[in-house]
């Protein structure tokens, strides 16, 4: 991005240097429509810049969660520049607002969802919730710090949590069972410390709503994210279009399992292993041979695919290796500015790291295909339609896969885990975000009555298979393991939303590769210029949870996975 109304060499370091661009525009005099649309490219420039800033320092800083330097330059930002942004923000949403040329924009493409957001961020903003929104990201971020921590020691050697969990394909049961144990042992080691946290990070987040005038977070973050194409009811109905048509799938999936494993009961440790007795399949060999084969295996796809992740790579915005002391999980961070974003991962060698990076790559493109876009809040997307593009490019890019596996056997068996996979998440999706609501439609619970509210809702999702006889503390703080529930509270029932047209969007590409891949190009080129319904219906594809259209896409992955 060209700047035009900051200077070229200006970089953000104080409030006191940055505020003097926010104060042009909060007085600028706009006398036009065109003078308007000025305003707002000079308002997406300022914010583009910010947010770039903004991203790097988080990036670095969960880069290397041990370097107090990395960290304090992140804090500093979250804690003297950002609190001070967001007074201003608030008084040139309320300028523009005003301004009576806003409704001849509001005909343009992209300018009535953008003015709607604004709408909504005058009705959230209150003075008072400035400290606490600091507070909630300082705390947050002790998650990343706990979890960056922690590593296991076997066989002489100190493993990332990561890397243990790779451990856990082996094919021999009794080193799976000492595995997983200490990878639980661990985790409960920190047990109290995370209640503590999230007990903490409730309190935060409920007063936040009060303030708001909300009767609790959930109607606040809903509200908050922009949902305004579906409800709170609409989640409790793919809550219950899951349990009906998803979970009968995983009773059947574990039963298969157990029997091809031979084993008398199936215990959690049995779930990662090929249930043929395979050795684990390996994707690649380090982070150069990931990257380099996910560029050829995108180039298959699309050519564009593939120029994104190298110019990705020539720019040095990629981190895709385990290492201790790197934050848990992995991200696509779009650059506002820069339009070239940042991949952030954990990889060791396994096929779900391969599939990370495929998810992570379509986060990438739709980031690139957005870019050209004419303001910074039109390339904002919703989570809905930002995980469509990350989770439909990791089907169609099966196609390409036999880059990463050139035995047919194992490409076979690739492709199976891999959509046995995708029928695991829609029912952990369905856990944590029905548990979400729970939280926080009960802000004043006790920590036992969390843990019980986590077993019920975990038991009407999980198959009834697995055996967790002797494992019942570790069942029960399972949820801790999920960085969303602390760091991005309710962002988490888009990945069932986003699975669901991604099958879709899969299923269009598998009946006609042209049209289906120009389909899905054509929904992330809109960026969040249309609603959530408009843009998947530009994939060619349904905005749509009833319990029938979750059927029709069951009994297409199931028919996919028999043909293998």
């Not at 001070?84 to 523009?96: E, H, Q, R, Y």
């Not at 219950?240 to 999936?253: C, G, T």
């Not at 994707?283 to 150069?288: H, I, L, Y």
């Not at 201790?324 to 696509?332: C, F, Q, W």
């Amino acid at each position: 991005m060209q700047r035009n109304f900051l200077p070229a060499t200006f970089k953000v370091t104080t409030w006191e240097a940055l505020k003097p661009y926010f104060d042009k525009l909060l007085t600028r005099e706009i006398n036009s429509k065109q003078e308007l649309i000025q305003w707002f490219k000079d308002s997406s420039e300022l914010g583009a810049v910010v947010s770039e800033d903004m991203a790097w320092r988080y990036i670095k800083m969960t880069c290397d969660t041990e370097n107090e330097t990395i960290r304090d330059y992140f804090n500093d930002f979250v804690q003297n520049i950002q609190p001070k942004i967001a007074p201003i923000s608030d008084a040139l949403n309320k300028k523009v607002v005003e301004i009576p040329f806003l409704k001849e924009l509001q005909k343009k493409a992209g300018y009535d969802i953008m003015i709607r957001e604004i709408q909504k961020e005058i009705d959230l903003f209150r003075e008072e919730n400035i400290p606490l929104f600091t507070d909630m990201q300082t705390e947050s971020q002790k998650y990343g710090q706990l979890n960056g921590a922690m590593s296991i020691e076997l066989e002489g050697e100190e493993l990332t949590m990561q890397q243990a969990a790779v451990k856990l394909q082996s094919t021999d049961r009794d080193y799976r069972e000492k595995v997983y144990n200490l990878i639980s042992a661990r985790r409960l080691q920190d047990k109290e410390e995370l209640d503590g946290l999230f007990d903490t990070l409730i309190a935060i987040r409920h007063k936040v709503a009060t303030n708001a005038g909300f009767n609790n977070y959930r109607d606040y973050k809903f509200k908050a994210m922009g949902r305004f194409d579906y409800s709170a009811q609409d989640c409790f109905d793919m809550h219950d279009s899951i349990a009906h048509e998803v979970v009968p799938l995983l009773n059947k999936m574990a039963e298969s399992r157990k029997a091809q494993l031979g084993v008398d009961t199936l215990k959690p440790w049995d779930k990662a292993v090929d249930a043929a007795g395979k050795s684990p399949l390996k994707a690649f060999n380090s982070g150069a041979d990931l990257l380099q084969k996910s560029v050829v295996c995108f180039n298959k796809i699309d050519p564009y695919f593939g120029e994104c992740l190298s110019t990705m790579n020539k720019m040095g915005h990629l981190d895709l290796e385990s290492r201790k002391g790197k934050a848990p999980g992995g991200y696509n961070y779009p650059l506002a500015e820069s339009g070239v974003p940042f991949i952030f991962m954990n990889a060791t060698s396994t096929l779900r790291d391969m599939v990370t990076l495929m998810h992570e790559g379509g986060h990438a493109v739709h980031a690139f295909l957005a870019d050209k876009l004419e303001l910074n809040d039109f390339k904002n997307t919703p989570s809905e339609v930002a995980e469509l593009a990350s989770m439909s490019m990791e089907l169609i890019s099966m196609d390409g896969w036999d880059v990463f596996f050139d035995n047919e056997d194992d490409l076979k068996r690739a492709k199976r885990e891999h959509l046995e996979q995708l029928i695991e998440t829609l029912p952990w999706v369905a856990t944590i975000d029905k548990y979400q609501h729970w939280i926080y439609e009960n802000p004043s619970h006790t920590q036992e009555e969390r843990k019980v509210a986590w077993e019920e809702i975990f038991a009407s999702f999980a198959d009834t298979i697995t055996n967790w006889d002797g494992l019942a503390e570790n069942k029960s703080y399972l949820w801790q393991k999920q960085l969303h529930l602390y760091e991005v509270p309710f962002y988490y029932i888009e990945y069932g939303m986003a699975q669901l047209g991604a099958i879709a969007v899969w299923k269009n590409y598998k009946e006609d590769k042209t049209k289906g891949l120009a389909g899905y190009k054509a929904a992330l080129e809109l960026g969040y210029t249309k609603s959530i319904p408009a843009i998947y219906e530009a994939a060619n594809i349904k905005f749509d949870f009833s319990r029938g259209y979750i059927k029709e896409l069951m009994a297409f992955v199931s028919a996919e996975l028999e043909a293998i």
